[in-house]
């Protein structure tokens, strides 16, 4: 009785609720972002005819996928033609199960596990199987290219971002992202966090893990899976409609998600910069949010900047520059925690 009055059954659906609604709510705001920013650096408005600002676009352009006819092809096979889309959206929306936003564990996350970080490499990497069988399923010899490509791109770039996670992973002797966040706090405040440690080691982990992040989640300049000038759409040629918008859900919904573990991981997690007043009022989910929003704006940024890569220039920059950087670089991590140890 006492343990069901310290932990109410309401608990985890709460939390569960918080966590898929803030991921799903963040998506419209994330379009409306992305055109309002892109637009800025290309010095245009952007939407600014439905609602004040184009504030009411994203709503718009829901509907119109709503009521959007469902095109079904021919020959697709049907049954992984449908599965497809839940196959990429699930894995997203279940990945930030384990990222705590804050010191309060009352509120998130949904599963505060001792193998957090494990369980997040394995739903991130189970997205990469909805745009195979999405592409295969259409019967589209550009949609299938279109998943071949994110295979190929995805298992390159795992191996990189995995060996600078596991720089955190030796830093922190614990896969709780909990314990990764708190191995952050000190006097120091932001000099701290696993980015400047043992300069300029951490900092090499996180650009690796940075370049790593866009490509896992096929952003601009690697957005090759879904290239409109080489493959018409990629692997959603085929689809339309809600099953469309799925897809367009879940690249989003990856980019909280990705920035979320970065910010976890390198950033301090809900730390403040500094740690002395006013900086220590802000309460730590409000600092998470902004260093998220920081992350975000970035994916932006870069999309806005460099154009897309040859898919050749895409695996010699995964497998000769990144690869063995992080091999070198995790090796000398470890290096010198022995020397200290």
Known sequence: METLLQNPWFVIPLRIVIVVGFVLTAVPVLVWV???????????????????AGLLQPIADGIKLFFKEDVLPEKVD????FLAPAGFLIPVLCAPAVIPWGPDDRLT???????????????????????????????????????LRAS???????????????????????????????????????????VFRFFPLGLIATGIFLVAMLAETNRAPFDLPEAESELIAGYHTEYSSMKFAMFFMGEYASMVTISAVMVTLFFGGWL????????????????????LGVFIYLFIWVRA????????????????????????????VAVILWWRS
Do not use: C
């Open 109 to 147: 996350p949904i599963a505060d596990v001792n193998i957090g970080i494990l369980f997040l490499l394995a739903m991130t990497s189970l997205t990469v199987y909805g745009i195979i069988l999405a592409g295969w399923s259409s019967n589209n010899k550009y949609s299938l290219l279109g998943g």
């Open 34 to 52: 992305e055109r309002r920013v892109l637009a800025l650096m290309q010095i245009r408005k952007g939407p600014n005819r439905v609602g004040p």
């Open 305 to 332: 900047t460099l154009p897309r890569l040859r898919y050749d220039m895409l695996m010699k920059l995964g497998w000769l520059r990144l690869l063995p950087t992080a091999l070198v670089n995790l090796f000398l």
């Open 152 to 194: 190929a791109q995805t298992i390159s770039y795992e191996l990189a971002m995995g060996l600078s996670i596991l720089s955190v992973v030796l830093l922190t002797g614990s896969l709780s992202m909990r314990e990764m966040v708190l191995n952050q706090q000190g006097e120091l405040g932001l000099l701290n966090w696993h």
């Open 272 to 291: 403040s910069p500094l740690p002395f007043a006013p900086f220590t009022w802000i309460p730590g989910p409000i600092w998470f949010l902004i260093k």
């Open 78 to 81: 049907r049954f992984i033609y």
